[in-house]
């Protein structure tokens, strides 16, 4: 009886901590998601954009086995994917290494890697059209919807002016899509006439506003740059990095082929 008793309560005490474990991973995701939910107000227009955005999907590049053997020797954590792919495009030839001579070649000055710090969205971060409808004479409620008037170019950008711009643009993109999981890209357009088919009702007695927004990611964190060596000694091979610096950066960028929507219903013109 004693032994039925402790197995119950083994059994008892397995189950609450397999409860507590679940409960803690449920939490986990759920504030996970939270983050950047996005808002019922913020709606896709992939499908009626008049304007095709050509994808900004960055692959992350794969290190080839000898461009991995010497990321491993860097004192300095590389990330850059334009860098990699040069190392991956290089070979060394064994007769050279062979012959035991000290070479030292120097590739660039580079932005290394990006440490994101912080990332948030603004889901009204540039305004891009405005419906309207003065229904104060109207008898019934008037149905109005989202039409673009004209096309619209949205840019984002890095706050502030960094040596290799491009470089670092590139894997802020990367970083920023990774945390949000969001089509992201540093332009887009939404072209004219797109529409969406969601309608706002105007009161009588009541004008209407119908604002669009387009929505972006900020960006803030790290760039570390460095200059970067080569270095061929006694058969071994190696990257070395010399005089790095770190700098704070930002970058605002777009949220691709998504608009918020504010509407407004007022008694006298705003």
């Not at 070479?103 to 603004?122: D, F, H, Q, R």
């Not at 009541?206 to 460095?226: F, H, R, S």
């Amino acid at each position: 009886m004693r032994n039925v008793r402790f197995l119950f309560v083994v059994f008892l005490f397995f189950c609450l901590c397999i409860s507590g474990t679940f409960s803690v991973y449920a939490n986990k995701q759920e504030e996970g998601g939270k983050k950047y939910k996005i808002p019922s107000s913020v709606l896709n227009v992939t499908k009626e954009n008049t304007y095709p955005n050509p994808s900004q999907d960055l692959p992350k590049l794969q290190p080839s086995e000898l461009t991995q053997q010497l990321l491993e020797t860097s004192n300095v954590k590389i990330e850059n994917p334009d860098l990699i792919r040069i190392l991956n495009e290089s070979s060394i030839s064994k007769p050279f290494i062979a012959l035991r001579h000290h070479a030292t070649i120097y590739l660039g000055n580079w932005p290394l890697n990006y440490v994101s710090k912080e990332t948030s969205a603004n889901w009204e971060y540039q305004k891009i059209n405005t419906n309207f409808y003065d229904n104060r004479n109207g008898k019934a409620p008037y149905k109005i919807h989202y039409v673009q008037e004209m096309q619209k170019l949205v840019k984002g950008g890095l706050t502030a002016k960094v040596p290799n711009a491009g470089d670092v643009k590139k894997m802020m993109l990367l970083k920023a899509t990774e945390k949000t999981n969001l089509p992201l890209s540093f332009e887009t357009i939404i072209g004219a006439s797109t529409k969406k088919d969601q309608y706002y009702n105007i009161p009588i007695r009541k004008l209407g506003y119908l604002d669009a927004y387009a929505p972006a990611i900020n960006e803030k964190g790290t760039v570390t740059y460095g200059e970067v060596y080569l270095v061929l000694k006694g058969g071994k091979k190696k990257l070395t990095v010399k005089n790095v610096t770190s700098q704070g950066i930002g970058a605002w960028i777009p949220i691709q082929d998504h608009v918020t929507f504010k509407f407004n219903a007022v008694e006298s013109p705003r």
